[in-house]
């Protein structure tokens, strides 16, 4: 039964750093179609989020990004999104892509334990 429990938790710690990690996709995929159309981005502030279950999930759930109070864009108050930039952002989102893909296989193989 310990065992049980165990892996109920490792699944909702998988869920929990899922879940983030499409937050932060969702809020890069944004911020992409928000430069290529405007070429101006909203700002973003950085919180960390509460801490998973199990400490191997961490390096996923590092910082995320939430949109600060739905400014309006303004005439140069937002910065251009720089090509150096726009690289990066499709770089993180084919890393999360990859970690989502990874993190809902380990769930699968948990659930697949529990039968």
Do not use: W
């Amino acid at each position: 039964m310990n065992k049980y429990c165990a892996r109920l938790k490792d699944i909702n710690s998988l869920e929990f750093a899922e879940n983030k990690a499409k937050c932060r996709l969702t809020l890069i995929r944004r911020s992409m179609v928000k430069s290529k159309g405007k070429g101006h981005v909203r700002r973003f502030s950085y919180h960390t989020p509460s801490p998973p279950v199990s400490p191997r999930l961490q390096s996923v759930t590092g910082a995320v990004m939430q949109e600060s109070g739905g400014e309006e864009v303004g005439a140069g108050l937002e910065p251009e999104v720089s090509e150096h930039q726009q690289l990066a952002m499709q770089q993180e989102e084919r890393v999360l892509t990859e970690q989502i893909e990874s993190l809902q296989k380990e769930k699968y193989l948990i659930a697949l334990y529990l039968q």
